[in-house]
């Protein structure tokens, strides 16, 4: 294993309930401060891929049948989420998911359960000077919020855990374009201020390849596509199936697809 | 008038009482959705607890006290680990027949070792502290229950507002996979809310052990009681259990003083019938936040 690499994926499959395939093997790395993006459409497995790195597959009854997950040296495959957790890494799920009837500040300071105990002023801070909007609704319920407030409180709850691994699940989900842009472009700065890694699952490919470093596309449970985010964002393939956008560098209509000749499959 | 105003105290004190029994019950509600039928079977657990130190084992009261409210929060440990860890994934109905079966276990056990007979503590409570106010007497008991209910409830709000183990157990109770997913010790925060629940519920039980005796069937009866205290103040809402507790001491007492004593048993339930028709949430219970 190059020295390098903080997480490592090695062939792994994803059975839910004994007998619902997810993935099959998968492998990926991602490498030190960097961001990797994880692309692909619904249901391709990449929410399953980042769950069975953190370990919330168990409570879904899903398991990491084969293959390993390397993170600094400890095999984390099918470990509990509290232990995984304590090594650094934190995902932040899929569509927002706050403590409601906590206060907005509350919900920041279960981000402290890795390290119960220790102060947390300071992190405070750092979340406050990163997600500006939230100081004003500090003492307000989480139920409240808006969308994009919530996406900046789950994130910054993240945050608070001092991960040095943080699993992004779709942060773009239902929020205004601006807003995209702002959430994007503070994951950035907290990936090259804080050296935080990051692994970003996205819809928005766009968005998340000007970001990334690294990314993969997944379909069917199968990693499809690998490369630097610079080359994927120029593949062809990758701009007509995620980004909308021809070879010829014009926007396709339906009209000119002529679906016989589209390509199903990826390879 | 007197009689009006010893009639209020005494229901008071009995709200205190009940508010103080529901808030153990709440506490296990809250955090893991759970009714716990063998409420007042720890409540009886406890108060025999006390009864062991302080009048068999001769120690003196407040080393009494608070050895029984320690060995109480174990044992709340000891039900978590033993019996509801292995249940942990299955159907919650399952969990609460399991709360069934402790109530039947611990209440034959109790029996077994105590009969069914009244006990009593030892005299222990100075007389300076029943206060007298013209007529109107209330007994020193009462006031220690106001005494030792507003310092735990203090400390609960305490602890649950502003601890960081306090929100832990709070987010587990709004959004299980979210707390998970952020390193909270979802068992650790199960079995912790059974250990306060139990210590609670041992302190309800002393203080009516104080005033009635204890009997194993007795004890157990007013943990029932928690049932209609908790629905009408929302199930989840410990604010609620402390309201929904001093309305249904003042029905119980009123009634009992004012019209008949036989009809003060069913009052409390009539009113919880009439409550969950007009607001089936309870009182305060939460009603879900939604954005529209």
Redesign the interface.
């Known amino acids: 294993m190059e020295n390098n690499v903080l997480l490592q994926i090695n062939n792994i499959s994803v059975v839910y309930s004994d007998v619902i395939q997810i993935l099959k093997a998968v492998s990926l790395d991602v490498k030190k401060s960097q961001i990797v993006s994880l692309l692909g459409s619904n249901g391709a497995g990449k929410t399953t891929t980042l769950k069975s790195i953190?370990g919330?597959l168990k409570?879904e009854n899903g398991k990491v049948t084969e293959g390993t997950i390397d993170y600094e040296g400890h095999n984390i495959q099918n470990s509990a989420?509290?232990i995984v957790?304590?090594l650094g890494i934190?995902?932040?799920?899929e569509g927002r998911?706050?403590?409601?009837?906590?206060t907005v500040e509350?919900?920041l300071?279960?981000?402290?359960?890795?390290r119960?105990?220790k102060p947390y002023k300071k992190d405070l801070e750092l979340v406050y000077h990163y997600f500006a909007p939230l100081v004003a609704r500090k003492n307000s319920?989480a139920?409240?919020c808006s969308g994009g407030e919530l996406q900046m409180l789950?994130m910054g709850?993240?945050l608070m855990?001092q991960p040095r691994l943080l699993l992004l699940d779709e942060p773009s989900l239902g929020l205004a374009p601006l807003l995209v842009k702002e959430i994007f472009e503070i994951i950035k700065r907290v990936n090259q201020e804080q050296g935080t890694t990051l692994m970003l699952v996205e819809q928005n490919a766009n968005m998340a390849l000007q970001i990334a470093d690294f990314g993969y596309v997944m379909e069917n449970g199968k990693i499809v596509l690998e490369g630097d985010a610079k080359d994927l964002i120029e593949n062809p393939d990758v701009k007509e199936f995620y980004l909308g956008v021809a070879a010829t560098g014009t926007i396709k209509t339906y009209k000119d697809v002529k679906s016989y000749k589209r390509r199903k499959r990826w390879l | 008038m007197e009689f009006f105003f010893q009639i209020l105290i005494n229901g008071l004190s009995l709200g205190f009482l009940y508010a103080l029994a529901a808030l153990g019950f709440v506490m296990i509600f809250k955090s893991s959705s759970v009714l716990n039928f063998a409420h007042g079977e720890l409540m009886a657990i406890g108060a025999f607890l006390f009864l062991v130190l302080s009048a068999w084992a001769k120690l003196p009261i407040w080393l009494a006290f608070f050895l029984a409210l320690a060995g109480s929060f174990s044992l709340g440990f000891i039900i978590e680990r033993f019996f509801l860890r292995p249940l942990i994934?299955e159907a919650l109905i399952e969990v609460i027949m399991l709360t069934v079966g402790l109530a039947i276990m611990f209440k034959g056990l109790m029996l077994f070792v105590f009969g069914g007979d009244i006990h009593s503590y030892p005299e222990f409570l100075p007389q300076a502290l029943t206060l007298h106010w013209g007529a109107v007497e209330v007994p020193g008991v009462n006031v220690a229950t106001f005494i030792v209910g507003l310092v735990f409830l203090g400390l609960f709000g305490f602890f649950f507002k502003y601890s960081?183990?306090g929100?832990?157990m709070?987010?587990v109770a709004?959004?299980q996979?979210?707390?998970?997913?952020?390193?909270?010790?979802?068992r650790r925060v199960f079995a912790m809310s059974w250990a306060i629940a139990a210590l609670v519920c041992a302190m309800s039980g002393i203080v009516i052990g104080i005033i009635n005796g204890i009997n194993v069937h007795e004890v157990s009866a007013i943990g029932l009681k928690v049932f209609p205290v908790v629905i009408l103040g929302g199930l989840d809402s410990i604010g609620g259990a402390i309201l929904g507790g001093l309305i249904i001491g003042l029905l119980e007492t009123f009634t009992g003083g004012y019209i008949s004593t036989g009809l003060r048993e069913v009052v409390p339930y009539i009113v919880l019938i009439i409550i969950l028709m007009i607001k089936p949430y309870g009182l305060f219970g939460?009603v879900e936040?939604e954005?529209v």
């Open positions: 953190s919330l409570p989420p509290e957790t304590r934190i995902q932040v799920m998911q706050p403590f409601k009837y906590l509350e919900n300071r279960v981000g402290t359960a890795t119960w105990g319920l139920g409240y789950v709850r993240a855990a | 994934g960081s183990q929100i832990y709070r987010s709004d959004n996979p979210a707390a998970m997913a952020l390193g909270v010790h979802v939460l936040i954005r």
